[in-house]
């Protein structure tokens, strides 16, 4: 176990290097210079460009570039943002990252809770009219393009009949020094709409998961005896077949982040939450190198790390796949 | 072989969702080709103060916010939107069954390279890697988009036909295959592909709908197709300014995409329900 557990860190360590590096060539060979983008709003002398590239190492081979990168990176160093110059990509990543893990700490949550719950209900009543309309409902939500929902939600819940706000994570008129629960309050209202158009349209995946792992517990004779020795059927359902129908589940969620870190592209620029898909979406116009890379390190590194707690998880809820 | 696959095809049928999809995806694709010639110029700005019209009229859907048709301009979506999705799936999958055969028949070091590659190359979301590569282009030509969606979608093929292949080295047909003489390239054609063309063709197929959905994406952030193309993400972008007064300006274009991309998932899972019907 312990052999199996520090070769599949090792692995998610290379994969690591190995995206980054994919990134950083992509990033280099695609034209386009930071600088450009800089000039195109005031115009500067050979000289001053001359300066700038030297400051940003722009003007260095590709290896010392990386090496300078990987050196710093390595120190807790993710340099200077050219486009939000002279802020630290340091700091522009951990002024969005809060926002975007609220936004996906809840969708994650409304898909466990509320994908799981509707997965099993679809399991208990497979073949009937539930079943078949929620798996219809699902199936349709997953075809639906995020940006596309939200603007629908937007159009009817916040400016039709005012309901909720459209757009940010906080009303401008409520001072920082408010009370804590004004200010929470004001964040879930702004919350609601993002969180569910990216949880609608990522949800099937879950209930779908639940729905085929639990009809095959269902089936199971354990269930059956549970069942015979005249247990409540909620307590069957949920103590004794529940439990062993989790585990897919739990595989999805690591494996879902990449669809959850897509979507919650769009769904930040329909809502205009200042999450980091923001971020990184003005990182990758501007071709601001830096800020860049930082976006693409935490990004492919909560996916790389999604994979190995999901492996780590499912090892140790489920002793048949531990290995040796 | 070539049997097998019609088979494949005909059990899919079979299901009532796949009859379904596959009977609205004929109607998109036939609707596509033959009737924009029939409908007006899809650019065509006349009296263009007048603003989005309601449906009704000469107009069936109504008119956008230039007063364009919005049936002819969803129509001429519809041709861009499928012929993308059609021609990046295809790279796609030409692109995966080609790496997936050679890094399993090859085994050994040209293996474990290509799928470590894999691997880094799937932990990045593929939104990241297509946006870096679009705004190489101010105005990026469809046949570079098609590239792009292409070349950014064929990681899980490899893996999943890499491992059939695996399977399949080990079976006689290939062990005979190979002592009669054929070259490696040869074996790989003649012998793995078909073998390995139902999961192929299940996983492109369910492909179609994240090519679609990422090419309106793109379109609504303005990188995709470029007006005054008409695209469906491109349309509901322009709908913006008038969600509320003209909703029909948006909500069209967004039908547009849901029909499309669910008919292309039903038949996927019809087909992998006819390739597997243990998980159905």
């Keep these: 176990m312990a052999g199996w557990a520090l070769r599949r860190l090792l692995q998610a360590l290379a994969t690591f290097a190995a995206s980054l590096l994919i990134i950083f060539v992509i990033m280099r060979v695609a034209p386009g210079d930071p600088l450009v983008r800089l000039e195109s709003n005031t115009p500067l002398d050979p000289a001053e460009v001359r300066v700038l590239r030297q400051r940003f190492g722009l003007d260095q081979p590709f290896t010392a570039q990386l090496g300078n990168w990987l050196g710093g990176a390595l120190r807790g160093d993710f340099g200077t943002s050219i486009g939000h110059y002279p802020e630290t990509v340091g700091r522009l990543l951990s002024t969005r990252l809060p926002a975007s893990l609220i936004l996906g700490g809840t969708v994650f949550l409304l898909n466990f809770t509320v994908g799981v719950w509707l997965g099993v209900l679809q399991a208990r009543h497979r073949g009937e009219r539930l079943d078949r309309w929620l798996t219809r409902g699902s199936v349709a939500l997953y ?18 009949w005012r309901i909720f706000p459209s757009a940010q994570m906080h009303d401008p008129f409520i001072a920082p020094e408010a009370p804590f629960v004004t200010r929470l309050m004001d964040v879930l209202r702004h919350l609601v709409l993002p969180a569910i158009t990216l949880s609608a349209v990522t949800i099937a995946g879950t209930m779908r998961l639940q729905r085929t792992a639990m009809i095959q517990t269902l089936r199971e004779d354990y269930v059956r005896a549970a069942r015979a020795r005249g247990l409540e059927e909620r307590r069957v359902v949920w103590k004794h077949a529940w439990r062993n129908a989790l585990f897919p589940v739990i595989t999805l969620f690591g494996l879902s982040l990449p669809v959850l870190v897509t979507g919650a592209v769009f769904v930040e620029y329909v809502f205009n939450w200042p999450g980091l898909g923001g971020l990184a979406a003005d990182a990758i116009s501007g071709r601001d190198y830096p800020l860049l890379m930082g976006c693409a390190m935490l990004v492919t590194g909560a996916v790389i790390l999604g994979g190995v707690i999901t492996d780590f998880a499912q090892h140790a809820l489920d002793p048949r796949t531990r290995p040796g | 072989m070539r049997g097998s696959l019609l088979d494949l095809v005909r059990n899919a049928l079979r299901s009532a969702a796949g009859r379904w999809g596959a009977f609205v995806l004929l109607v998109l694709v036939i609707g596509a080709i033959a009737l924009p010639p029939l409908l007006q110029d899809p650019a065509a700005i006349r009296d263009a103060a007048l603003g ?72 990045i979301p593929r939104l990241f890697v297509l946006l870096l590569l679009v705004l190489v282009w101010d105005r990026i030509p469809p ?126 899972e019809a087909l992998r329900a006819a390739l597997d019907p243990r998980i159905a």
């Design chain 1, 143 to 160: 075809a639906m393009p995020a940006f596309w929902l939200g603007l629908m939600l937007i159009a009817l819940l916040s400016l039709e």
């Design chain 2, 52 to 123: 989005a019209q309601a449906p009704g009229g000469g107009h069936w859907l109504g008119t956008d916010v230039l007063n364009r048709d919005i049936l002819a301009r969803l129509v001429n979506g519809a041709r861009i939107s499928l012929a993308i999705a059609a021609l990046a799936t295809l790279l796609t999958a030409t692109l995966g069954a080609g790496v997936g055969l050679v890094a399993g028949y090859s085994g050994g070091a040209v293996d474990s390279v290509l799928m470590r590659l894999v691997d880094a190359a799937m932990a």
């Design chain 2, 143 to 268: 046949a570079a988009l098609i590239l792009v969606i292409g070349l950014t979608g064929w990681f899980a093929t490899s893996r999943l036909v890499r491992s059939e292949t695996l399977r399949l080295r080990q079976e006689a047909f290939v062990t005979a295959a190979e002592a009669l003489g054929a070259p490696g390239w040869r074996v790989m054609l003649r012998h793995l592909l078909p073998n390995v063309a139902g999961p192929i063709i299940v996983t492109a197929t369910l492909g179609i709908g994240d090519v679609i959905l990422l090419e309106a994406g793109l379109s609504f952030l303005g990188l995709g197709i470029q007006p005054p193309t008409p695209s469906w993400g491109g349309m509901i972008l322009e709908s913006r300014s008038v969600m509320t007064s003209a909703p029909w300006t948006a909500i069209f274009p967004g039908m547009a995409i849901i029909a499309t991309v669910l008919s292309a998932n039903m038949v996927g």
